[in-house]
């Protein structure tokens, strides 16, 4: 069983441009959440995608935009970068979308660094 | 809303005593609560987790959690240490019964170990 993939690894970008990152969920696994890690912080819900539709938002502004594919990967994409973008971004991956019943399995992240 | 407390940024113990790691929770449904560690480097790695069964949780690696409603409660511990449990811990809270509802986390608990 293959478990959640996340590329790249690292990323560098400079204020002003724009970054998609790219998520394998576990196999036989249709739900994609998206959290992004600040330093020091605990992780913070993006979004949510199920059977490729937005399943559920954070308190994130519409230049954080997602998809999922018909394999059930998913992409973030990231538009106008600020400096306070820089973070770690994670995917979990899950099978179903309700509450806490469906465990949630985490990538090892994106590290993104804005400069 | 939801949301975790964890009550201490910052835990050191010895290797061989009993770990401690405090959240306290809060939900207005049915919640789910989870404790998830996450070495550097390294994905979140599920703990153990609370859907409305048992009070009293047992997860990987000789660590439990014990979920008291009338406290508000559901704090971490392991009789003994070693020094492969440094990392960081996180209380995490979700909706048991709201699809598409997100992991809400606490900012993390950095447990050090020492010999």
């Known amino acids: 069983e293959t478990g959640v993939t996340q590329s790249p690894t690292h990323l560098i970008k400079t204020r002003g441009q724009q970054v998609t990152l790219r998520c394998s969920s576990q196999?036989?696994?249709?739900?994609v959440s998206w959290y992004q890690q600040a330093l020091g912080q605990g992780p913070q819900f993006i979004f949510q995608?199920?059977?490729?539709?937005?399943?559920g938002r954070g308190n994130f502004p519409p230049r954080f935009s997602g998809l999922q594919f018909p394999n059930y990967s998913s992409e973030l994409n990231v538009n106008a970068l600020e400096l306070d973008d820089s973070a770690l971004y994670l995917c979990?991956?899950?099978?179903?979308?309700?509450?806490?019943?469906?465990?949630?399995?985490f990538g090892p992240g994106t590290r993104l660094t804005v400069l | 809303a939801q949301s975790v407390t964890q009550l201490d940024s910052h835990v050191s113990v010895s290797e061989g005593t009993p770990v401690l790691l405090r959240c306290n929770y809060s939900?207005?449904?049915?919640?789910?609560l989870f404790w998830y560690v996450q070495h550097p480097n390294k994905g979140l790695q599920l703990l153990l987790k609370?859907?409305?069964?048992?009070?009293l949780v047992k997860g990987i690696n000789g660590f439990e959690a014990e979920f008291k409603k009338s406290e508000t409660s559901f704090h971490l511990t392991k009789p003994s240490a070693h020094m492969s449990d440094a990392a960081e811990y996180f209380c995490?809270?979700?909706?048991?019964?709201?699809?598409?509802?997100?992991?809400?986390f606490g900012k993390g608990t950095t447990l050090s170990v020492s010999s």
């Open positions: 196999s036989g696994h249709n739900t």
């Open positions: 979990a991956s899950s099978l179903g979308v309700v509450g806490g019943y469906n465990e949630q399995f």
């Open positions: 939900s207005s449904y049915s919640p789910s």
């Open positions: 609370y859907t409305s069964a048992a009070t």
């Open positions: 995608y199920y059977r490729e539709e937005e399943n």
């Open positions: 995490v809270v979700s909706d048991n019964n709201q699809a598409g509802t997100a992991l809400i």
